[in-house]
């Protein structure tokens, strides 16, 4: 199982980003897909989730109106769309994969403990 995250990298303040993570190796529309990130000397913390489907998502309060999640489950791929960035939303992002419990299952979670595969991250660096 493959978690490739990218699209990271070093924007002003105010910019836009549009992380991707291409997943291999498992049936992709089983999973519900997430996005946490950490930044240095901090725990690693929920972004986002979305449904195995693409029809329910769930944001952390700090990137709520500023971050869409979404997926392509023909591509494998599932994306935040973050806007009007912050400093404080500097980190190490991350993607991660929660094997649904069937297609009746739109429980998404937020803790990290609860996700069966991650991958590797992507720094975001908001400075000016």
């Known amino acids: 199982v493959q978690l490739q995250a990218s699209g990271g990298g070093l924007v002003q303040p105010g910019s836009s980003l549009r992380l991707s993570c291409a997943v291999s190796g498992l049936s992709f529309s089983d999973y519900h897909m997430g996005w946490f990130r950490q930044a240095p000397g901090r725990e690693r913390e929920f972004v986002a989730v979305v449904s195995w489907s693409g029809g329910v998502t769930d944001y952390s309060d700090s990137v709520k109106g500023r971050s869409t999640i979404s997926r392509d489950n023909a591509k494998n791929t599932v994306y935040l769309q973050m806007n009007s960035l912050k400093p404080e939303d500097t980190a190490d992002y991350y993607c991660?994969?929660?094997?649904?419990?069937?297609?009746?299952?739109?429980?998404?979670?937020?803790?990290?403990?609860?996700?069966?595969?991650w991958g590797q991250g992507t720094q975001v660096t908001v400075s000016s």
């Open positions: 991660a994969a929660d094997r649904f419990g069937g297609r009746w299952d739109y429980q998404l979670r937020r803790l990290a403990h609860e996700y069966d595969y």
